[in-house]
Every structure is written in structure tokens, then in C-alpha cells.
């Protein structure tokens, strides 16, 4: 990446302080762009979500690994819980979505509790051998009594389709008998996913992201106190695939020596820490034996750090001083927080992240680990906070005394609740992938760059007023 020969960079930048310049271009379609991960992790686009507890959950594992990215579990879940997301994300099917199923004497009550856990939004309806007899939609529950049986208002014997086709077969057949949603049987009848015609759509443009075994990759955290190893060894034992060591304050020494016992136990797999902002933090988290390092401190949507203690760096800069030490040690970074559109994405690529951490976007989503709620309007949405803040801390400190519990609370930086509206257009984190990767496909094609290393090689930023940033922006957020 080089800056504009009239841009004079003497002061701090966050991404709305820059722009991408155009580039002379030869590549004549954004499907000849790889967007895969130069980093050991190697996601197959450049998204990886954020450790945030209302936000990275099971649901939000399987689909973002099916479209080639990754999501951080959160470290203080229970290990017998946290077991069982890693075996769910594991046995998950990699091209269907996994169907929300109950009988047909459940009954319209439960459903709608249901329902919004995926964006496909049905619920399969399966005899006790699990065979799928009925589909119920939101559609279905106009009118109904909330105890009525689903037997009553689903719609019978749906279409299904086989598991033996492939997902342009699956799109195809889904258009030829006019239905968005069809429940996918085996051989023998028995339901193993749902799909639709988006989702078949995807499965022909995404790889996902899967372990040597054929299965979906999942990371988790560990924090730095405790027994750090031992925890480390059991998230290898469950079959985790990229150990994340996180704090606030990655360059201090608790950090170092927790790095430096994650790494005696883990052998060929990934371990990524942070969060640091310098040149100097890089280097010692690297050659305390991180393979990749997290950027940035204060920039999330739901984080109160620098107001409440002045710390932190804007973002654009940060990644740009710690991919440069990072990549001349041979390892890379990702850019964690900030990142609200994906020009943002874009350009943290262009700065020299491998990768781009994505938190409090996705919260309002289907997928997202927060239940589905309505307002007094009837508007879905999803409760955020952030993960130094006083909810956030309270559930990391359950086990600890009732004087300790108090003491940390009074030192949260955090919003600990904030409502995060499902957009009607885009209620799925699948539709906010899509939004990112063609738009850090175009900014590829802009810059002549086929991939991400050369996409940061090519790059060319000016720095803009804030009256240049609006002049770019649409009239309508909504777009």
C-alpha cells in the first residue's frame, strides 16, 4: 500500500479519514478475484467474527463457516457448553442449513419461539421416525391460537428434494417447482437439512472453511488468568481448530506468559492473540509465539475504552504500523472492530490485515447467539453489549465471591445493552457476507489486485475531509 503522492499524512487515520484511489485494471470480473486468507488460518473470504457472547454462537459458527469465514467462540462459555457448539458446528452439514424441527402435536407457541433462530424462517415439521410431513412458516401463524397444534396449520406433505444433488441441481429443481425452502431427505427418507434457493446460490459461490477431516472449522478464546494451558488443551480436545488468546491490554506480561503456555500445548494448529495497536506489541506477541495478532483497541460499536480512559488508536493507522511488523516477521494480522460498511473492510485489507473481525454488524441478525425479541411495534431485534462491560463481567465471574463480582463491575468499559434492529433487507448474516465480499471484490477489480497480498501491494489511499467521506455516502443508510 502506498499513499497518494498529495496526501500528507501528519496525523492519525480511522478508515472514513481514507479513500481507495483506482488503479489501472485488468481483471474483467470480481468472480476472478480469491479472496482466501493469506494467514495460517486460511478462511476462504476475509471475515472472521468477534468473540462477543450475544453474538458468536453456534448458529452464527455453522453458517459463517459454510461461506468460508470463521467465528470465535467467547471465553467465558462453560466447558461442557462450549463442547457441545463445537460437536453442533462439527456435525454440521456443510452445504444445507440445519432445519429447526418439532412434531406436529407441539404446538403454534413453540414455533414462534423458534422461528427467527434461522434466517430460512420455517420450521420443519418430522414424524417420530424423521421424516418431514409438514412445513410451518410465519405466514402460517396469522390467526392462530398459540396452543394450537402444529398438525392444525402447517402446510402438508411439502416437496423435498434429495440430498444426492448438488447445489446447482438443488437451485434448479427449488425454481422448476416454485418453492423459496425445500426439507432435504436421504435415501431412506429421513430429513438432513433444509435449503434455499439463496442457500443453493451461496453453496455454488462460497467454499467452506473445513478441518483435514471434511468438517466445519470453529475457534475459540481463553482469556489470560487462570490456568491457561489446561483450558487451551481441552478447546484441542473438543476439536477446536484456531485458539484465540484475548485481552484488552494484549502487550503486558500476563499476556506473554499465558501466549507462551498456549503455544507449548498447542502443536500444528493456530493461535492468534491480542489486541495490541504498535509495531513493538506485534513483535513481542510474535515472538512469544502468536502466529497472528489482533489490531485494535476502543474502535467496536459497543466498547467505551477510549472515553473512559483515553486509550486506544485510531484504527486504519494501528493496522497499517502492525501488518507492516507483523509481515516482516512472516505473520500477519486481523483487523479487529471498527468496521461498519465494507469499504471499511476493504480498506483494512488494503492496509495489510489478512483478515477482517467483524462484532456488533452481525449482532442484529437471525443468526446472531442473542434471542429474537420485538419492540412495542412489532420490530424484531436482537440485545448487544460489550464484552467489558457490567452484563459481560457478570458472566465471567459467577464463580467468584460476591465481594469480587463487585469490585470488577465497577471497572467495566462497556455498553452493556444496546438494540441492534434486524434489517428487513438483510436480516441474515449471509446477506451482510454478501454485501462485504462484493464489495471488497470491486475494490480488488479497482485496484487491479486478484488477491488479498496483492490487493495490499496495489493499493493506493488518499486521505479525505469529512466532507469528502459524506460526499460518498448514499442518501438513504438503507442501501
Request: some cysteine; charged content about 25%.
Amino acid at each position: 500500500m502506498r499513499f497518494l503522492e498529495r496526501s500528507k499524512v501528519d496525523r492519525e487515520l480511522t478508515y472514513s479519514d481514507v479513500f481507495l484511489v483506482p488503479s489501472f485494471s485488468d481483471i474483467s470480473s470480481r468472480m476472478d478475484v480469491d479472496l482466501r486468507s493469506p494467514d495460517l488460518v486460511g478462511t476462504n473470504i476475509p471475515v472472521v467474527v468477534a468473540n462477543m457472547t450475544a453474538i458468536s454462537g453456534r448458529r452464527m459458527a455453522e453458517t459463517v463457516a459454510r461461506r468460508g469465514g470463521l467465528a470465535v467462540f467467547p471465553q467465558d462459555l462453560e466447558s461442557e457448553a462450549l463442547s457441545d457448539m463445537v460437536s453442533a458446528v462439527k456435525s454440521a452439514d456443510t452445504v444445507l442449513d440445519t432445519a429447526i424441527t418439532l412434531t406436529p402435536h407441539d404446538n403454534v407457541n413453540t414455533a414462534r419461539a423458534m422461528i427467527h433462530k434461522r434466517s430460512h424462517g420455517a420450521v420443519i415439521v418430522v414424524d417420530e421416525t424423521g421424516r418431514p410431513i409438514g412445513i410451518f412458516t410465519e405466514g402460517d401463524q396469522e390467526g392462530a391460537d398459540p396452543f394450537t397444534q402444529l398438525s392444525e396449520v402447517m402446510s402438508e406433505d411439502p416437496i423435498v428434494i434429495s440430498s444426492r444433488l448438488d447445489p446447482e441441481s438443488m437451485f434448479e429443481e427449488l425454481g422448476d417447482r416454485r418453492v423459496q425452502l425445500a426439507p432435504v431427505v436421504d435415501d431412506a427418507g429421513l430429513l438432513v437439512g433444509a435449503i434455499t434457493r439463496p442457500g443453493a446460490l451461496r453453496a455454488i459461490l462460497y467454499r467452506p472453511i473445513t478441518d483435514p477431516g471434511g468438517r466445519l472449522q470453529v475457534a475459540a478464546a481463553v482469556g489470560i488468568s487462570g490456568d491457561v494451558a489446561s483450558r487451551a488443551a481441552e478447546l484441542l480436545e473438543m476439536g477446536v481448530d484456531v485458539v484465540v488468546v484475548d485481552t484488552a491490554h494484549g502487550h503486558q506480561a500476563r499476556m506473554l506468559e499465558a501466549l507462551k503456555e498456549v503455544r507449548s500445548v498447542v502443536d500444528d494448529r493456530p493461535v492468534v492473540a491480542g489486541n495490541v495497536v504498535t509495531a513493538g506489541a506485534v513483535a513481542d506477541l510474535i515472538d512469544a509465539g502468536a502466529d497472528i495478532v489482533k489490531v485494535g483497541v476502543g474502535p467496536g460499536a459497543m466498547c467505551t475504552t477510549r472515553m473512559m480512559t483515553g486509550v486506544g488508536r485510531p484504527q486504519f493507522s494501528a493496522v497499517v504500523e502492525c501488518a507492516e511488523a507483523a509481515r516482516s516477521l512472516g505473520r500477519h494480522v486481523w483487523a479487529d472492530g471498527g468496521v461498519r460498511d465494507p469499504r471499511d473492510v476493504a480498506l483494512a485489507l488494503a492496509a495489510g490485515a489478512s483478515t477482517v473481525m467483524v462484532g456488533s454488524w452481525f449482532a442484529g441478525t437471525h443468526e446472531s447467539a442473542a434471542p429474537t425479541l420485538l419492540d412495542v411495534g412489532g420490530k424484531a431485534y436482537k440485545e448487544n453489549y460489550g464484552m467489558a462491560s457490567r452484563q459481560a463481567v457478570k458472566r465471567r465471574t459467577t464463580k467468584e465471591t460476591a465481594y469480587r463480582r463487585a469490585l470488577k463491575a465497577m471497572f467495566e468499559e462497556g455498553i452493556s445493552e444496546g438494540r441492534m434492529y434486524l434489517n428487513p433487507e438483510a436480516p441474515g448474516v449471509e446477506d451482510l457476507i454478501d454485501r462485504i465480499t462484493a464489495g471488497v471484490r470491486s475494490s480488488f477489480t479497482y485496484a487491479g489486485a486478484r488477491t488479498i497480498d496483492e490487493f495490499h501491494e496495489r493499493a493506493v489511499v488518499g486521505i479525505q475531509s469529512s466532507a469528502g467521506f459524506s460526499e460518498g455516502r448514499p442518501l438513504h443508510d438503507g442501501w
